[in-house]
């Protein structure tokens, strides 16, 4: 009787939602031999099912009438039901077991721990100060043990059809242990999963968040994956430890409130009011001492407290006053909702930069001849290859400018093309922004910088209120306040912003779909596609390697070393090594032979023992080719007059500072200077009895303007 009465007892303490649910889910499993339906359409019910049963109160237990499902017929007749909007989930299990199977990604993983940075210099996020916390947690060792892997999530919402109004979610996961250079690459992309459109969903994403999460909790107990290592198999944990979207796709994930209510900013408890009923919300204040930083604690206690609310009016009263909504990442328990949602630096700094220009041509500083004179500087500015092409648009106020684009104007055109436009306060505000953005847009960055770099932005800040108002300020423009303690916490910005996921967006939304299914056919076209760019790892991959190489590199095989050289008056100057394995210049046909005189071979034979100083016996070749183009890291260099004009534009800084009537003079640690191609030659060079091609060019250095550090 106790056995029973203390049976009978766990039964009764169960909830009647619960018991119905499970009733429910035991029918639809037993349907689904007898109907044949599919289990994404499983998946999608049970998922519906489960939101309708969470519900507390009856009143909110409305059903909403829309129908799940659809009946499809086979090509050979037969019914079968399918889900009306399918969430496409791919296990993370599964992913990243095909990664860790993958020779050479393990050691790939463990690289940073060879890595040696200066005191307060941060180069990638095992500099930030989360990785350092989470080497051990709770005493036991995480990252500072192998097999155990921290991961960045992104969510945002792309577009697949370029004249609809119809939007599909995306949720990416990356691994951090990788080099910055392989983290971002589409190889080693996770694609969780793709939500439904058309719309984005309203106030939070928990329904597509809760089988990641499930998983997730299972990779930080640990679980076993099958990879190349000598046993096969290891013990493997993973730990989400970023959350880096947009602002609307932090929020509903992060469990926060939208920017534009009483306690908008995830990162601190500031209120921001109106004076009246429907005029504008004021995110001026910028003293960050009056600020009451978010604790994590009570942002999960006031987020749960929300999640049971027995009425609406309630939950959004405890919304309001604390900003806090369930999400499902919590259930974490190594989960920061505070320290973990970054602010992404591209949305943040590039939002304000399309803020200002909008003012300045709404408020008429920025006139219709000023923009066409903006576009006729900007056509005058010649720039190097890897330097984006500015849109022919500025002359009609910026429109469809990227977030690439946008960033390529503010750090590098916008000074010198705004100086003499307007005013000298306008102009000294905007110096601060984009000195800002210079400096946090280094790929490296020390403490002393970041101090410096968050000291324009409050310049900037407080110029911007006194030009403008508090009623333009914006809620980027709280954030750039927040920007450093990101920074201080995942290191450079290059670590986490989101250029490469909107890169990712760009691909899933130019796949070919038939206008059914759109997600289901994106995911499978981007795992096909992911697969193809793996490396080949079968029994002939090294033979398939090595005929695509050698198609790759063309006919004309770099042998040893190569380095791009410039020639100004038969003096010829080294650029820099290449650091990257396995990378060489690629000269492009036609060819044509050429003898190079005596005054050029006695001035490579000086630069070349300059160069190489342990070879002292080097000889040239009088024999050489010449080319028009070349191919370095996938990028194509012309010569100058060529249809490709920016692409005979290079920076070097191998010429020292001279004065303008003499020759420049070999310096490695010179300041760059911008020089134009004029010819490629290929000449061969022997060293040691050995005998290596060399890509060197003929450039004609640019005299230094005296004011070039005017702007």
Request: aromatic residues 12%; charged residues 20%; glycine residues 6%.
């Amino acid at each position: 009787m106790q056995d029973g009465e203390e049976h009978g007892s766990d039964q009764s303490s169960e909830k009647p939602e619960d018991l119905l649910m499970k009733l429910l889910a035991m029918m639809i499993l037993s349907w689904q031999a007898s109907f044949k339906i599919s289990d994404n359409a499983i998946t999608t019910l049970l998922l519906c099912m489960r939101q309708f049963m969470w519900t507390k109160r009856s009143a909110q237990k409305k059903k909403c009438g829309s129908a799940l499902l659809r009946k499809l017929k086979s090509s050979t007749g037969k019914e079968f039901v399918y889900p009306i909007r399918p969430y496409c989930y791919s296990s993370v299990r599964q992913s990243l077991e095909v990664l860790v199977k993958r020779p050479g990604f393990l050691q790939k993983c463990e690289e940073w721990r060879l890595r040696k940075m200066p005191e307060c210099v941060f180069g990638d996020v095992y500099d930030g100060q989360v990785w350092k916390d989470y080497h051990y947690v709770n005493g036991e060792p995480f990252l500072s043990a192998p097999n155990n892997l921290a991961m960045m999530l992104n969510v945002d919402w792309f577009q697949p059809f370029k004249n609809a109004p119809y939007s599909v979610g995306a949720i990416y996961l990356v691994i951090l242990n990788l080099p910055r250079e392989d983290c971002f690459k589409e190889e080693n992309m996770i694609l969780v999963g793709l939500i439904p459109g058309p719309k984005e969903p309203s106030l939070t994403m928990n329904a597509f968040l809760d089988p990641l999460v499930d998983e997730l909790e299972e990779l930080w107990s640990g679980i076993i994956l099958e990879d190349s290592s000598f046993l096969g198999y290891q013990v493997y944990r993973a730990a989400l430890l970023c959350l880096a979207s947009d602002i609307p796709a932090s929020r509903k994930c992060g469990g926060f409130v939208g920017h534009g209510a009483y306690r908008g900013c995830h990162k601190c408890l500031k209120t921001f009011s109106k004076k009246e009923f429907g005029a504008k919300m004021d995110y001026s204040g910028f003293d960050r001492s009056s600020w009451e930083s978010r604790i994590s604690k009570d942002h999960i206690h006031y987020a749960g407290l929300s999640k049971r609310a027995k009425t609406k009016a309630e939950q959004i009263r405890i919304e309001h006053d604390y900003g806090a909504r369930w999400s499902e990442l919590f259930r974490l328990s190594y989960y920061d909702p505070i320290q973990f949602v970054v602010i992404d630096p591209m949305h943040n700094l590039l939002g304000t930069a399309r803020h200002v220009f909008r003012l300045w041509t709404e408020l008429g500083i920025l006139t219709a001849k000023k923009l066409e004179e903006l576009q006729t500087r900007v056509e005058n500015i010649k720039v190097p290859h890897d330097v984006g092409r500015i849109p022919l648009r500025i002359s009609s106020g910026f429109t469809g400018f990227t977030a690439d684009q946008w960033k390529n104007w503010t750090t590098i055109y916008s000074l010198f093309c705004l100086k003499g436009l307007i005013n000298s306060r306008h102009y000294d505000m905007w110096f601060d922004f984009v000195q800002a953005c210079i400096i946090l847009c280094s790929r490296v960055i020390s403490f002393k910088r970041l101090e410096v770099a968050d000291g324009h932005l409050q310049a900037f800040l407080s110029k911007f209120v006194e030009l403008f108002g508090p009623l333009h300020c914006t809620p980027n423009m709280h954030l750039h306040l927040h920007l450093k303690e990101c920074m201080l916490d995942y290191g450079p910005v290059y670590s986490f912003w989101c250029f490469s996921f909107e890169r990712f967006n760009g691909i899933l939304g130019n796949f070919n779909s038939n206008n059914r299914a759109i997600e289901v056919q994106i995911m499978r076209q981007f795992q096909q596609r992911q697969q193809l760019r793996m490396p080949w790892t079968f029994e002939y991959g090294a033979e398939f390697a090595s005929i695509l190489g050698g198609q790759m590199f063309g006919t004309l095989s770099c042998e040893g070393t190569a380095d791009v050289l410039y020639l100004n008056h038969n003096v010829f100057v080294s650029a820099e090594r290449l650091l990257l394995e396995n990378c060489t210049v690629v000269p492009l046909s036609p060819f044509q032979q050429t003898i190079l005189d005596e005054t050029d071979r006695n001035a490579m034979l000086i630069m070349y023992h300059q160069m190489y100083p342990e070879n002292c016996k080097t000889e040239i070749d009088c024999f050489a080719k010449t080319c028009k183009r070349v191919t370095y890291l996938n990028v194509t260099y012309s010569i100058d007059g060529s249809r490709a004009e920016r692409s005979a534009c290079v920076y070097a800084k191998w010429c020292g500072n001279t004065n303008s009537f003499e020759e420049p003079t070999l310096d490695p640690r010179a300041e760059p200077r911008p020089a134009i191609i004029k010819i490629f030659f290929v000449v061969n060079v022997m060293s040691k009895g050995n005998e290596f091609k060399h890509i060197t060019a003929q450039v004609s250095w640019l005299h230094p303007h005296p004011d070039r550090h005017f702007y």
